[in-house]
């Protein structure tokens, strides 16, 4: 019961967050006229007295963070706050059903970036902000912002970050405490998208645009203020700006935050996991410029280059910008775009899919076994740098791209069973799983995910889940000797 207890109190807290960050909107609205302040007021109200009576009634439960209660949280927290983030749209948009409202929430707060709405130019502001806001806030994830702030609670926060971040962190490098390492990669975050905020109005964006765009680019979101995304603005140095801190954005932090205090650029030299995923990306650009150029899609090699940097960086990256409509382009390029969201960011990133230091630890293992087979007999552990990746690493590294392949798989054939061609289901779970965003066909860059049935939007919205929380912090749940002391 007490396990039951602390979860709703920490969710509790977690809603009272978010009824803040209604209310920044509907300060914004109320100073913007923009028609929604109603519906913001209603939401703030409903949240916040539905976080304090899950929050309060459990103050004096003692908590106690165990491994379970940790994933418990996880899928909680990422499953059910879509639902309160749905308020003030149903409020503001009545024709507007619960199972989009849900699909646009998660896909905001899973940093998915995939859309049901149209007519976004003409979205109230505080509407638009509130999209991007939710995007932002859960750009380091949910569970990382509430373990900042648990330690005043008196509960300890190392089984939720565990939970929330498989990936690998330069733990000798950071500060001891979780909570420490959480305020300080929090305002590693918030100071770079200060810095892309104040770039973009540099670049020719207004304010508004400018700090919608930079929370999307900095969480890997690709939401936008417009129908047409950045095409909108066919801004060269917007593309140039926005182009900068995705590649940031789908870094580790925690290289970020030892090259800022060391004021030091090896970090990212030392970073193995950043440095093949930058020769990865970069070299593909120039891969599908060529390809771009050599079959006519543009005049010359330079403007390929241009919009083959921009939107195989946005969807590598797994952010989901576009400028172009790249599913009329020769399809090797937006194909090998979708296959490097599933590979390409790293670990400690805002980024999705199977992570870079998995598929570098993955190639080594195969690698390492063809030298096994010709000589049996050798013993030659694995190491990446200077550091001998142990044998449970590599299982779980093996285990964990099995399950992935194995859930792509189940719900490519959920999408197809529903009548949807082959080309739009693989892409559209591609996409979602990833946290990508657009697919190509039915849910390309020039359309959305409105036209798909409510059925096929389930299974868009359960992927975005599963690929955000990293597939394990779901299926582990389902696992009875997870739960056996």
Known sequence: MNVILTIVHIFGLVTIGFSGLMSTCLITSKIAEDGATNAFLEGTVITLLLGALMFIPTLRIPKKISRQTGFLLVASTWSLIPVFCTIPLMIYLPELSFNDAYFETVSGLTTTGA?????????????NLWRHEICWIAGMGIIIFAVAILPILGIG????????????????????????????????????????????????????????????????????????SIGFFDSLSIEMVLTIFQLLAAINFATHF?????????????????????????????????????????????TALRYATFNLVTIATDCGFANQDFNQWPIFVPMWMLFL???SASSGSTGGGIRMIRTIILIKQARLEMFKFIHPFAVK????????????????????????????????FALLLSGLDFISALSAIIACFNNAGPGLNEVGPATNYAGLSDYQKAVCTFAMLLGRVQIFSIVILFVPEFWRK
């Open 157 to 228: 926060g190392m089984q939720l970050y565990k939970a929330e971040s498989p990936g690998t962190v330069k733990e000798s490098d950071l500060p001891p405490r979780i909570a420490q390492t959480a305020k300080a990669l929090w305002m590693v975050y918030a100071g770079i998208s200060l810095a892309c905020i104040i770039a973009l109005r540099l670049a020719g964006m207004s304010w508004f645009d400018a700090i919608c765009h930079a929370f999307a680019a900095m969480s890997l979101s690709g939401f936008s203020t417009h129908d047409n």
């Open 115 to 127: 859309t049901v709405f149209s007519g976004i130019d003409h979205l109230p502001m505080s509407i």
């Open 341 to 343: 969201s599933c590979l």
């Open 381 to 412: 552990p694995m190491k990446i740098g200077d550091m001998i990746v142990n044998n449970n690493i590599i299982t779980s590294v093996t285990g964990f791209i099995f399950l992935y392949f194995i859930c792509i798989v189940i719900l490519v």
């Open 258 to 302: 030892i090259a800022l205090r060391k004021q030091s650029f090896y970090p990212y030299v030392d970073d193995r996991e950043a440095r093949a995923f930058l020769i990865l990306v970069l070299g593909s650009c120039v891969l599908a410029a060529l390809v771009l150029w050599d079959a006519g899609t543009y005049p010359d090699f330079f």
